[in-house]
């Protein structure tokens, strides 16, 4: 002890403080509860997204009847599928469904909204009348359609008969299958996409409507000029999200066509065969499991090259501000 340290009455020491424990941290409450509320999300997406991706994967390359252990063959299910004509035919009915599909159900989604953005009387149950058969089943959209194009009893036919013109098989018939099952489509899908426009649409300032009409513009100038543009982030999505669905079709083609030829779905002569049904054929029907798969993989990289290519032109035509 010093002296500075008697007259004032202070200890001191050349000791440096010790520094205090750190301590562990640990979640809050809130934390954990993030954790517990999203980890049935996680468990999903573990166990019936990644793994079950990455065993398709193994299993493309293996010949595999769901019976006996899975036995690698390479690159044999990939070769095979080149050589396989109903590949390529499923792959082509694919593309003309999807070509068919897409850009009339993006205008006619597109044209609903629009007409459903005004102030109208009723508009709410114009809005649900047009969104029910989104929400409906594909068994009951199916019966609906039988109603309609039922070769012995369907309006359809009726109208034609009434109009002096021969009556059709329509789901029998080769060239006319795609098109009903492409109409069928629309009338079911196209509720869900007025909703993503009208969405789009109410983000649109109503000041630029007003400056423009000020200008003397008219109503298509008004649409193509500030609509189109503004709501283009909004088309660039509905685009994306029709052009996965057209091509992982499965459910309606194999409902509508499973009893129209002979109880085959796919029918006639495999006319409405697309890349789902025939996975499911290969699959399920002829226990070709690893066939399956490696179809499966090939229309995943087919909707990834499209998805890319399309991220990479949006900037072209999509405008976010």
């Known amino acids: 002890m010093n002296q500075n340290t008697q007259l004032t009455g202070e200890w001191k020491t050349d000791e440096r403080p010790v520094p205090k424990p750190r301590k562990r941290k640990r979640l809050d409450s809130e934390g954990r509860w993030g954790i517990l509320l999203i980890s049935p999300y996680l468990i999903h997406l573990i166990v019936f ?122 789901l029998a018939d080769e060239q006319l299958v795609i098109p009903v099952l492409v109409a069928v489509a629309i ?28 200008d003397g513009a008219g109503p298509l100038q008004k649409f193509w000029r500030i609509t189109v543009p503004l709501i283009s982030g909004t088309t660039f999505l509905v685009l994306i999200l029709s052009t996965i669905s057209s091509f992982q079709s499965f459910e309606q083609i194999y409902v509508m066509t499973a009893g129209a030829v002979d109880g085959v779905a796919g029918g006639p002569n495999n006319a409405s065969l697309v890349l789902m049904l025939h996975l499911y054929r290969e699959g399920f029907t002829f226990f070709h499991m690893g066939y399956a798969s490696a179809i499966a993989w090939v229309l995943f990289l087919i909707l990834f090259v499209f998805t890319f290519m399309q991220m990479r032109l949006q900037k072209r035509w999509v405008h976010y501000d």
Not at 76 to 92: G, Q, T, V
């Open 187 to 214: 009338w079911k899908g196209v509720g869900y996409m007025m909703v993503l426009f009208l969405a789009g649409l109410q983000n649109v300032p109503g000041d630029l409507y007003e400056a423009a009409e000020i």
């Open 49 to 170: 997204v990644a793994f079950t991706s990455i065993a398709s994967l193994y299993i493309s390359f293996t010949d595999y009847d769901m019976l006996n252990p899975p036995e690698w063959t390479g690159l044999a299910n990939y070769s095979k599928m080149i050589a396989d004509p109903l590949f390529w035919k499923a792959l082509k009915n694919t593309l003309y469904f999807t070509i068919l599909l897409v850009p009339i159900k993006t205008a006619l989604a597109l044209v609903l909204a629009v007409a459903l953005n005004q102030k109208l009387k009723g508009l709410k149950l114009y809005r649900i009348a047009h969104f029910i058969p989104v929400i409906s089943s594909w068994t009951v959209i199916a019966y609906v359609a039988d109603s309609i194009f039922n070769p012995r009893f369907g309006w359809a036919n009726s109208l034609l008969v009434s109009l002096g013109l021969e009556p059709k098989n329509w």
